[in-house]
């Protein structure tokens, strides 16, 4: 009797350590390689009975939407605004190519509808080629819309090195506080 006791103990040690991975084996279920917009996610999804389950903690970044996690109505709710994001220059212009080794001022003009839960704050941010991110613009959202238009504030920015720069517009989720992106375009040197 005491080796049955050992064997069992070992047995669902063994299971934890490996995250259930025999439990899995044993049910007949199957990890699947997960892409959005073909890129290869961090978790994978998870095949069992003839569905696909999705890890949803990494839906929000790569649908550009928000989520929000109420565990004591057991609920999950993610939002997908429409999200339109462009940049004029300092002559009203819009554009979406520069000069490297150039310096320019710009702003960005961002659209927003169907926006279905609240948002304290919207940012901006740009990224370059190396991975360095500025801040561009960083302001409270007082009213609530479900639609609206915002443009930042004037900002120069020194366009160093050769590629491509990311421009991401982040909202902030009233409840939770996370930051979530929303939009992101790409502004290519020449």
């Known amino acids: ?54 890890p949803v903690e990494q839906l929000p970044e790569n649908l550009q939407a928000i989520m929000s996690v109420d565990e004591s109505a057991g609920t999950v709710r993610i939002y997908k605004p429409n999200v339109n994001t462009v940049l004029l220059d300092d002559q009203g212009k819009i554009f979406g190519k520069v000069r490297s080794d150039s310096s320019s001022t710009f702003s960005a003009l961002v659209q927003v509808d169907h926006l279905k839960t609240d948002i304290s704050d919207l940012k901006i941010t740009i990224t370059d080629p190396a991975g360095k991110t500025d801040i561009v613009d960083n302001q409270p959202i007082t009213e609530k819309k479900d639609s609206f238009w915002f443009k930042s504030a004037a900002y120069n920015y020194k ?9 991401q517009v982040y909202f902030k989720d009233a409840a939770s506080k996370k930051w979530f992106i929303v939009s992101e375009l790409q502004i290519s040197t020449t």
């Open 1 to 54: 009797m005491g080796k049955m006791r050992k064997l069992v103990a070992s047995t669902l040690c063994l299971m934890m350590v490996s995250g259930g991975g025999l439990l899995y084996a044993a049910a007949g279920k199957t990890d699947l390689s997960m892409y959005v917009n073909n890129v290869l996610l961090k978790q994978p999804a998870l095949s069992s009975d003839g569905g696909v389950y999705l």
């Open 159 to 167: 366009v160093t090195d050769k590629g491509n720069y990311m421009i």
